[in-house]
């Protein structure tokens, strides 16, 4: 199956400072990718499309200049949660849509926000 | 609201018998299902899915099962194994709107 990394795969960041998730298909090029976020024991929600070299589409109640997305290449997506907090503690996982219509997940990144 | 429902949030099944892991949705414009396997800090990867044209599809051990009248699916593992283990998430969509709609996952658990 086609490979999607996400870097870091753990990160612990203080209350107020920013964290970058970096999201990369490795075998295919992607114009989609996805953002999710899962808190535990529930399910994956999603957060924003992100779609090459435009803007990304944000999912109701999702604040779109705290969690900042761009999508430069066809192969990275990133995501910045900006001005951290506690509450911000959450799994963050990225998908890239492949021409075939299927999404391959990441595996995933820890927040912790102390 | 919940389009996609996982009622049972754990299962428990001993190796080598039938696991049925169920899924209900409300969208009636979801034409498209998918279940994912999921480990823990893992992302979830794709097992099998199913077009609403179809009401079965089969792929080894794993097969789904599709009702649309009942908006319902499965998933049927046969028989089940140790490494099956993990939680199990069905994911709906509108193909061509290409966001997928996760239910809350269910924990199953294979006993020797």
């Known amino acids: 199956g086609a490979v999607v990394s996400q870097h870091p795969s753990w990160v612990i960041c203080k209350s107020g400072t920013s964290v970058k998730i970096e999201c990369r298909s490795l075998?295919?090029?992607?114009?989609?990718m996805f953002w999710y976020r899962q808190f535990p024991k529930q399910s994956l929600m999603l957060m924003a499309t992100s779609n090459e070299g435009s803007k990304a589409t944000y999912e109701q109640g999702v604040e779109k200049d705290k969690f900042l997305i761009n999508h430069a290449s066809l192969t990275l997506s990133t995501l910045t949660v900006t001005s951290a907090h506690p509450e911000d503690s959450s799994f963050y996982i990225c998908?890239?849509?492949?021409?075939?219509?299927?999404?391959?997940f990441g595996p995933g990144t820890r927040l912790t926000v102390t | 609201d919940q389009q996609v429902k996982q009622n049972s949030p754990s299962l428990s099944v001993q190796e080598g018998r039938i696991s049925i892991l169920n899924c209900d949705y409300t969208n009636s414009m979801f034409d498209y299902f998918l279940w994912y396997k999921k480990y823990p800090a893992e992302g979830p990867t794709f097992l099998i899915s199913?077009?609403?044209?179809?009401d079965k599809n089969e792929d080894g051990r794993f097969t789904v099962f599709l009702n649309k009248s009942a908006k319902h699916l499965s998933l049927h593992i046969v028989p089940s194994q140790p490494g099956d283990s993990a939680v199990y998430f069905c994911?709906?969509?509108?193909?061509?709107?290409?966001?997928?709609?996760f239910g809350q996952g269910t924990r199953l658990t294979i006993n020797p």
């Open positions: 994911a709906a969509s509108v193909r061509g709107a290409q966001k997928l709609v």
């Open positions: 199913i077009s609403s044209i179809k």
């Open positions: 075998d295919f090029q992607a114009t989609t």
């Open positions: 998908s890239a849509l492949r021409a075939t219509g299927e999404q391959y």
